[in-house]
């Protein structure tokens, strides 16, 4: 262990930031990096998963859960644990991370500390039958009556409830989070040995970090815990969303039709293999979405032999940023509050049919506009 590198024993409570990415460590002294997935990976300069009693070589199927073995099986100094993320953090009323005083007088009132819980529309087990193998789930609550019988029925109203923990992030007493850590792998220990997730693609293959999120509802609800629910602040979007942005402006740079599908290409296989990168959590900005739709215009414009928004620039996020415009511009068309300037600027942009149907099906309150927005851009 190199916990001589990142906290003072003096502390009483120890928040690990679970990372498999360099970021801006908060200057508190009590956010503690962790590198999870260590094992066989480049060193980023922080505490890693893999020294000690670890199952950092499980990362590819447990995700932040390594972290939580390793903290669990190799620190006791502290009175409180934490994990949270390196773009996922607790806030308090003031929009600040959680300090150790806060987090000390929370717990002095409560048991854990959870992220504000979400609520969907549908069911827990049908969200999760929606994204992932329902069957996972399945055997994970037989495990769990086999196990903990008596925890079996929070478990069936909780995958029946609409109300979501996510993140696997929170914080305890020393005492409830090592016994929260031998609960859990105790069951694991025995789903890993039921499902096989080898042909999974990367994304799903993290079932046992899916799985856990609600798992970690059903222990703290059976135990009758008191539940401090805090605010969690986004520092930043995930690392390969930004990676996939920038790979996407490099290949669009050339600007001609090769270039664009390359693009439009990469994006599609990137989807495939990892969806959450457009989720609101992991492209904070939208841009991604945005770029989605830009890509698909500038290829239906070239095919068409139209150069389009091409002719404006082969910068992808100046495209971006004109696309907004346009979508915003369009509104004030559709609404009759557009000045005359912003409706020659409209004109003046020269929008395609197909750059039209993207910007209408995209913000469905136009699409009784339609004829006026083509109006004014000259396509009538």
């Known amino acids: 262990m190199h916990d001589k590198m990142w906290w003072d024993e003096s502390m009483s409570v ?20 962790l590198h999870v997935g260590r094992e066989g990976k480049e060193d980023l300069g922080y505490l890693g998963d893999n020294t000690g009693n670890n199952i950092s070589s499980k ?35 003031d929009g600040s991370l959680l300090t150790e005083r806060e987090c000390e007088d929370i717990l002095s009132s409560y048991d854990v500390i959870l992220a504000k819980a979400v609520y969907h529309p549908k069911s827990y087990y049908e969200v999760y039958e929606e994204a992932h193998n329902i069957r996972d789930l399945q055997v994970t609550g037989e495990v769990l009556k086999r196990l903990y019988p008596q925890m079996f029925p929070v478990f069936e109203e909780i995958v029946s409830d609409k109300k979501v923990y996510s993140g696997n992030m929170f914080v305890a007493s020393k005492k409830h989070f090592m016994e929260y850590a031998q609960w859990l792998f105790s069951i694991f220990d025995v789903v890993e040995k039921k499902i096989d997730v080898d042909y999974y693609d990367a994304y799903h293959k993290r079932v046992f970090g899916f799985l856990s999120e609600q798992l970690l509802y059903v222990w703290v609800k059976s ?47 990137s989807m495939k293999e990892r969806p959450d990168l457009m989720l609101a959590a992991s492209d904070i900005s939208g841009e991604l979405a945005d770029m989605f739709r830009v890509l698909y215009v500038c290829e239906q414009e070239l095919l068409s032999g139209n150069s389009g928004m091409l002719a404006i620039t082969k910068e992808l996020p100046m495209l971006v940023r004109h696309y907004r415009l346009l979508c915003t511009l369009s509104a004030g068309i559709a609404s009759g509050t557009a000045t005359a300037e912003q409706e020659a600027y409209y004109k003046d942009s020269r929008i395609s049919e197909s750059l039209l149907e993207i910007i209408v099906n995209n913000n469905p309150g136009l699409k009784s506009s339609r004829d006026r927005l083509a109006s004014v851009a000259g396509l009538l």
């Open 14 to 33: 120890k928040m690990f930031v679970m990372t498999h990415k360099s970021f801006g460590v908060p200057a508190d002294p009590i956010y503690i990096p």
């Open 59 to 93: 990362n590819c199927y447990y995700s932040e859960l390594t972290g939580l073995y390793w903290v669990a099986h190799n620190v006791t100094d502290a009175d409180y644990f934490g994990l949270c993320h390196y773009r996922r953090f607790f806030l308090n009323e």
């Open 223 to 269: 135990r009758g815990f008191r539940i401090f629910e805090a605010p969690v602040g986004l520092t930043q979007e995930k690392a390969e969303t930004i990676e996939l942005k920038e790979s996407l402006k490099e290949k669009f740079a050339k600007g001609d039709l090769e270039a664009v599908k390359d693009a439009l290409a990469l994006f599609r296989e």
